[in-house]
C-alpha cells in the first residue's frame, strides 16, 4: 500500500485511560502518570496495526494547537510487525510547540515525578512511534510482540514534535537518512527488544524520578535510558484503540538490528529548557546487531546525558559526524555529559533486564568498531582500540574532541616588534586571549601580561632566548592559536662572521637572522666603529660589510629598527695584530732560539711571519712560512724558530704577520743579538 501527497490535520481528542493502565509502573511513577492521565488529549495522524510493503510518502502530518492540554500524538502510530515500511518526504509538524518542555526535569529533579503539577502540561509528541506496553491482564490475549525489519525513513522533516521517532521493538534492518529534525526535545530513538514480555517490562521497571539513580545511568553514559518519556509511551502506546492487523503472512519475526544512520541533521538544543539524546540505539536482545552512523550532524542540551548513545551492538562504525552536547564542563551539578557513548561496560541494567544476564556489558570489550575522523563536542565514552598502542591507542587521537563552551582558540594576527633578540618587549594582537595560559616562540615560553584595558586582543611578552624565524603562539583553555605567517618572529642575532678575522682593506659576511633588507634599514658594528656599503640579501640571513678600521677582539652586532643584536662569542670579529713578542724590551732572540708573537687573529696553516730589518739595522728580509708556524686554538699566540742565521745583521726587525684576510700593522719588533756567548 502507498499514501502520496495527502495532508494530515491531526486534531486532539480525549482519551480516557483504563484505571489499570499503569500498575505495572512503580509507585514512584504513579503521581506523574496520573497528572499526565488528566484531561489527557490525544491525536493519530495513521495508525497501523501491522503491515508488509507500507509506503508513505511527500505526506503532511501536523499536530492541531496543543493548548494547555496534556497531550500524546504521533503523526504515525504503529503496532505488531512492521515490514518494508518506507516514509520518506513527509512533513510532521506541531501547529504550535509548547512553549514548555518540562521531560528533562521530570526525569532529573527531585520530587518532580510525585508532584509534578508545577510543570504541567504535559505535551508529548512523535513523528514515528511504535512502542511496547503493560501486561495483558488476566484471560485476555498477550499482544503481538512488536517487530521492525526492513524500514526506511528518508528525507522527512520533524518540526517542533518532542521525539521524531521511538520505537520500542525488536528490531532489524532499518535505515534513517537524510532527515531533519529542529525544535525537538530528543531525535531517533531505536530500542530493540525481544519478545512481548521484554517489551512489556523493561520501561516499566526503570525507576526514572530519583535522582540518585538517575546518576547511576548518567554516570555510564546511559541517562537516555532513564529519560520519563520512555515509560510514558511504553504505556500508553499500548492502550491507545486498537487498529486491525498483526504480523502480516511470512514476516520475520525474529530479526536482528541492522542499523544505517546517515546524514541527518537533529537540532535538539531547545531555548528554554534541556533536552535529551539526539540519538538512542540500544540493542537489548540476544544477538548483537550492527551499526552503521556518518555523516550526521546531531546536537542537544542535556546534562548527564550524550548527544549520542550506542549500546549493546556487535558491530558498529561511527565516521565523519559532528556530535554536539552543548553541556559546559567541568559542572559540579551533573555528574557526566557526553557526546558519544559507544557499548559502555558496567551499567545498572543488569536487575532490569529479561534474562537478567543480559546486558551492555556482553558487548563492552567487543573491538569490531570503527571510530573515525568525527568532531565530537564534550567528551566521549568509546571501547579501546584493538592492538594500538600510544599514542593511538585511544580513538579520541582519530577524531576531534573538546569540551562545549570553550571558546575558539586564540588568533594570533600580529607581532610587533617583528624582529628583536631575547629579552625584546613585544606586543601580540590578535583575538581570543582572555584566560591566556601561555606564550611560546617556537618551543621556548616567554613571560607574558594580558593588556589591562584590551586582555582579549592584546599582550606584551618577554622574547625568550632563541634564533631563527619562530612561530608566537599563544594558549588558552580553548587551545593553542594555529601558526599563520603573521604570527612569526625572527630572532635579531649573530650566528657567525666569515672571515673572523683580518684587516682593511676586507669585505666581512655576517650570518644570522632577521636582518632587514634595503638601503638604511640595516646598520652592522665592529665594536664602536660602523661598517660601510652595508648589503643585506632579501632572505634577512646574511650582510656584506667593509671592515672599518680597529683593534683587538671586538663585537659584530647589528641594529634594524632602533633594536641591536646581543654580542655572542660566534659573532667576534679579530683585527689581525701582533701586540708584543716574548722578548721584552732590551733583550734579544739568538741564533737557533725560539720566537712567541702574541695578538689576535692568527690563523693556523694560512699565517707567515714578515721579519723586516729596521732602519739602522741593514741586512735582508726574512719570512717563516706558515708550515713552520704552530697557531694555538683561539689564534692568539704562534710560535716559529728563529729564521735568522748567525751571520745576519744585528738590530730590530718589524714584525708583521700576513694571513688571506690581510697583514698586521707595525709597531712591535724583534731583534737579533747573534750566537750566543
Known amino acids: 500500500m502507498t499514501l502520496r501527497g495527502l495532508e494530515f490535520s491531526v486534531p486532539l481528542a480525549a482519551l480516557t485511560l483504563p484505571t489499570a493502565s499503569f500498575a505495572a509502573l512503580p509507585a514512584g511513577l504513579h503521581g506523574v502518570l496520573d497528572a499526565y492521565a488528566a484531561g489527557l488529549q490525544a ?9 508488509a510493503g507500507l509506503t508513505i510518502e511527500d505526506c503532511i502530518f501536523t499536530i492541531g494547537n496543543l493548548g494547555e492540554a496534556n497531550v500524546f500524538a504521533a503523526g504515525i502510530s504503529a503496532s505488531g510487525t512492521m515490514v518494508g515500511t518506507t516514509i520518506t518526504g513527509c512533513t510532521f509538524q506541531c501547529a ?12 532529573t529533579v527531585a520530587g518532580t515525578v510525585q508532584q509534578p503539577s508545577a510543570l504541567t502540561p504535559y505535551q508529548l509528541t512523535f513523528g514515528y512511534l511504535q512502542t511496547g506496553g503493560p501486561e495483558a491482564a488476566p484471560g485476555v490475549a498477550e499482544p503481538a510482540a512488536q517487530v521492525l525489519d526492513d524500514a526506511v525513513l528518508e528525507r522527512n522533516q520533524f518540526l517542533g514534535v518532542t521525539v521524531p521517532a521511538l520505537a520500542l521493538a525488536q528490531l532489524g534492518a532499518v535505515r534513517l537518512e537524510r532527515n531533519t529534525a529542529s525544535g525537538v526535545y530528543g531525535g531517533f530513538w531505536l530500542i530493540s527488544l525481544t519478545g512481548t514480555a521484554l517489551q512489556q517490562s523493561t520501561f516499566a521497571q526503570f525507576p526514572v524520578g530519583d535522582p540518585q539513580t ?29 487498529t486491525p492487523g498483526g504480523s502480516p503472512a511470512g514476516a520475520q519475526t525474529s530479526p536482528f538490528l541492522q542499523l544505517d544512520l546517515s546524514g541527518n541533521r537533529i537540532d535538539a538544543t531547545l531555548d528554554a529548557a534541556d533536552a535529551g539524546a539526539g540519538v538512542v540505539v540500544a540493542d537489548l536482545t540476544a544477538d548483537p546487531g550492527s551499526a552503521l552512523i556518518h555523516g550526521n550532524r546531531i546536537g542537544t542540551r542535556f546534562p548527564g546525558g550524550a548527544a549520542a548513545l550506542v549500546a549493546g551492538v556487535g558491530e558498529a562504525s561511527v565516521t565523519g559526524n559532528v556530535m554536539a552536547n552543548a553541556v559546559q564542563l567541568p559542572n559540579p551539578a551533573v555528574p557526566s555529559s ?27 570489550g567487543v573491538n569490531a568498531v570503527a571510530i573515525t575522523g568525527n568532531v565530537f563536542v564534550d567528551p566521549t565514552s568509546l571501547p579501546a582500540r584493538p592492538a594500538a598502542t600510544a599514542p593511538l591507542g585511544d580513538w579520541n587521537a582519530l577524531n576531534t574532541v573538546f569540551n562545549y563552551g ?74 593553542t592559536s594555529p601558526t599563520v605567517p603573521a604570527d612569526e618572529f625572527t630572532f635579531l642575532a649573530v650566528t657567525s662572521v666569515s672571515p673572523s678575522s683580518g684587516q682593511p682593506p676586507l669585505t666581512v659576511t655576517v650570518y644570522g637572522s632577521g636582518f632587514a ?76 732560539g725560539g720566537v712567541t708573537l702574541y695578538g689576535y687573529g692568527f690563523i693556523a696553516d694560512q699565517t707567515t711571519v714578515t721579519l723586516t730589518p729596521g732602519p739602522t739595522t741593514g741586512g735582508q728580509t726574512y719570512t717563516v712560512a706558515s708550515s713552520q708556524i704552530q697557531v694555538n686554538a683561539d689564534g692568539t699566540t704562534l710560535g716559529f724558530a728563529s729564521p735568522f742565521p748567525p751571520a745576519a745583521a744585528l738590530g730590530a726587525y718589524l714584525v708583521t704577520v700576513t694571513t688571506p684576510y690581510g697583514t698586521s700593522p707595525g709597531g712591535v719588533t724583534l731583534s737579533y743579538g747573534g750566537v750566543h756567548s
Not at 491525536?43 to 503491515?51: L, P, Q, R, T
Not at 504550535?96 to 526525569?107: I, K, N
Not at 558519544?340 to 546486558?359: E, H, I, M, R
Request: charged share 5%.
Open 43 to 51: 491525536a493519530i495522524g495513521i495508525s497501523v496495526g501491522g503491515s
Open 96 to 107: 504550535d510547540p509548547p512553549a514548555t518542555v518540562p521531560f528533562y526535569e521530570l526525569s
Open 214 to 242: 538517575y546518576g547511576q545511568y548518567a554516570t555510564p553514559g546511559i541517562a537516555a535510558l532513564a529519560d520519563v518519556i520512555l515509560p510514558l509511551a511504553s504505556q500508553v502506546g499500548w492502550v491507545l484503540p486498537a
Open 338 to 364: 557526553y557526546s558519544l557513548v559507544l557499548n559502555p561496560g558496567s551499567t545498572p541494567l543488569a536487575a532490569v533486564l529479561t534474562p537478567p544476564d543480559k546486558g551492555f556489558g556482553d558487548v563492552a
Open 406 to 479: 570553550l571558546a575558539a582558540p586564540p588568533v594570533v594576527a600580529q607581532i610587533a616588534p617583528a624582529t628583536g633578540p631575547a629579552g625584546t618587549t613585544v606586543t601580540i594582537t590578535g583575538s581570543g586571549f582572555t584566560g591566556a595560559t601561555g606564550v611560546s616562540f617556537g618551543t621556548a615560553t616567554a613571560t607574558f601580561a594580558l593588556s589591562s584595558t584590551t586582555p582579549d586582543t592584546q599582550l606584551t611578552a618577554i622574547v625568550p632566548a632563541g634564533s631563527g624565524t619562530v612561530d608566537v603562539t599563544v594558549t588558552t583553555p580553548s587551545g
Open 517 to 592: 633588507p634595503g638601503a638604511g634599514n640595516t646598520t652592522v658594528n665592529f665594536g664602536s666603529n660602523p661598517g660601510a656599503n652595508v648589503a643585506v640579501e632579501a632572505d634577512g640571513t646574511q650582510i656584506s660589510s667593509l671592515l672599518p678600521a680597529g683593534t683587538g677582539v671586538v663585537n659584530v652586532t647589528v641594529t634594524v629598527a632602533g633594536v641591536t643584536s646581543p654580542a655572542v662569542g660566534a659573532g667576534q670579529f679579530s683585527y689581525l695584530t701582533v701586540t708584543r713578542t716574548n722578548y721584552p724590551a732590551g733583550e734579544s732572540v739568538h741564533w737557533g
